[in-house]
């Protein structure tokens, strides 16, 4: 009895423990003493040989100083597009690569952050596969670096369910509506040309879909340099390169993508106000180019 009591306890305070605690959006792996395409290089065979799926690379900015790198597993794509509202948005994570000081830093989105914020309540329906997950790509980026250091800002984990950055400010369940079809066909075949295009300054750094379940998402990098990443990302923070790209998901025959100043916010959320107020513009100008892609 005695041992099924500290059992519970201990339960208890892990859950607790698990939930309180404060994450960050991006791991720091390491810095690596070579130049950008060495990284890189490095960065992909190792994934690849992990049994990782690259599913795109380019440069924000278009600075040959930033690299992102986006790469997905097929455990995790075919668990999180089991969650109806925009689930699949969890399936893409980005390693950044940013050239400063003769040095490459080398950093990735944190899983457990991301996974918490885009699926909420539904987290706890797969836990022990994300909890696998994010061991599995530490120990796949341990061959490259050993820091494995949180940056990027905190937020409590049990908050990230229902992250804003300040009151009235949107919230995950605000997305933006960027354009309606006859069908999900007409959609994808919409947003593929229009890519191909370049419509709105943009370009597909990747695209994942899952035809049977009628969802796609695509990662469009926005190469605008009066609105795009060359004007707002030198301002609030280029060390957080894997931020991006900026997402379009088409569910059904609906695109929508996920508000500027709730997407932003999240991925900076050591934001100042007087920061944010810089790119003020910012998130209106994303959602133009959005709609462009999907008109």
């Avoid at 130049?35 to 795109?56: P, R, W």
């Avoid at 509202?85 to 950044?96: E, I, P, Q, T």
Wanted: charge should be positive.
């Amino acid at each position: 009895m005695k041992k099924v009591i500290l059992s519970l306890v201990a339960t208890l305070v892990i859950g607790y423990y698990s939930f309180s605690q404060e994450l960050s959006p991006y791991i720091k792996v390491g810095e690596l003493t070579e130049s950008i395409q060495s990284a890189y290089d490095k960065v992909i065979s190792t994934l690849e040989g992990d049994n990782f799926t690259i599913l795109g690379t380019y440069n924000p900015s278009n600075k040959s100083s930033l690299k992102v790198v986006v790469f997905t597993r097929s455990d995790i794509k075919n668990k999180v597009v089991q969650i109806a509202d925009r689930g699949a948005l969890a399936a893409a994570f980005k390693v950044g690569l940013v050239k400063l000081d003769g040095k490459v830093v080398v950093s990735y989105t944190n899983p457990d952050y991301i996974f918490r914020a885009y699926l909420r309540d539904n987290y706890v329906t797969f836990q022990s596969t994300f909890e696998k997950f994010s061991a599995d790509v530490k120990t796949t980026f341990s061959s490259i670096g050993k820091e494995f250091a949180p940056f990027g800002g905190t937020v409590k984990a049990d908050k990230l369910k229902k992250y804003h950055y300040k009151i009235a400010m949107p919230y995950f369940t605000d997305p933006v509506e960027l354009n309606e079809y006859a069908s999900f066909e007409e959609g994808l075949k919409t947003i593929e040309a229009n890519l191909k295009a370049k419509k709105g300054n943009s370009i597909e750094v990747y695209k994942l879909v899952y035809p049977n379940k009628k969802v796609a998402v695509f990662g469009v990098g926005l190469q605008s340099a009066e609105k795009g990443e060359a004007n707002f990302l030198h301002k609030i923070g280029e060390s957080h390169a894997a931020a991006l790209p900026y997402e379009i998901i088409l569910q059904g025959n609906e695109a929508t993508m996920l508000h500027g100043r709730y997407r932003i916010a999240l991925h900076w959320p050591d934001l100042t106000m007087g920061t944010f107020m810089k790119i003020m513009s910012t998130p209106g100008d994303i959602k133009d180019a959005l709609k462009a892609v999907c008109k």
